[in-house]
């Protein structure tokens, strides 16, 4: 397989319950590449600066943390790299990164199926609906680096199939900011998301 030899690390992001974990671990057995998600990796490496109790988020060192992937991309050869701030990895070592995104109706009944508290899951799909994860890897990579994949109602079989084809160039891209839920949603399901985020940022 001398193209997985020769592409970069791929790197998955997009907010929590997007399913970039069952994502990566179906491109693992697909393309014999180990995974790395970057929280677990910064947490046994020692990256962690802090806790936000606030959140029930660690603070990592982002310098180091990238650093030390850039080094075991070296030794190992190509990664699947996951996280939703997987921009801190450095551009050199990236074929591409893969932003999944999912329709907020849809997040927010995963997230809260997860038992997380109303907040939390507000603050996920408010960064959602504004694309942050996507805003912030073009920001810091360039928007040639970045593509959005919609997951909304995909299993994860087709999206590793789609995400294939992104990689190894039999589908046309489109690079950066595609996907926006504001145009896309209908009138009633907006609606019912915006009060959702209304109703329970103001919580503390
Ligand atoms: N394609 C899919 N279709 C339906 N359910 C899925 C799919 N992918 C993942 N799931 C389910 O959705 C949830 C979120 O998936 P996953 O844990 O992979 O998300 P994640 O983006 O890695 O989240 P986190 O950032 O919190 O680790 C899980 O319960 C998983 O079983
Ligand atoms: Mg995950």
């Not at 014999?32 to 970057?38: I, K, M, N, Q, S």
Request: charged share 25%; hydrophobic share 45%.
């Amino acid at each position: 397989m001398f193209w997985v030899k020769a592409m970069k690390s791929l790197g998955i992001s997009g907010v929590p319950g997007v399913g970039k974990s069952a994502l990566a671990s179906k491109l693992s057995r697909e393309l014999g590449l180990a995974v790395v998600e970057l929280s677990e990796f910064a947490i046994s490496k020692g990256y962690v600066i802090a806790y936000d109790s606030d959140r029930g988020s660690y603070i990592v060192d982002e310098n180091r943390l990238g650093k030390a992937i850039a080094e075991l991309a070296e030794v190992q050869g190509p990664l699947i790299i996951v996280g939703h701030y997987v921009e801190i990895v450095p551009r050199d070592v990236l074929e591409l990164v893969i932003v999944l995104r999912k329709s907020p109706v849809e997040l927010i009944h995963i997230l809260e199926k997860r038992g997380w508290n109303s907040k939390k899951v507000a603050e996920n799909v408010e960064a959602e609906l504004l694309a942050i994860c996507t805003v912030n890897a073009v920001e810091e990579l360039g928007e040639d680096m970045v593509i959005e994949v919609d997951a909304t109602a995909k299993t994860t079989e087709e999206l590793a199939l789609e995400v294939l084809d992104i990689v190894f160039g039999e589908k046309p891209a489109y690079y950066g900011n595609t996907i926006d839920w504001l145009e896309k949603l209908d009138k009633e399901k907006l609606a019912y998301v915006l009060s959702y985020i209304e109703k329970n940022l103001a919580q503390y």
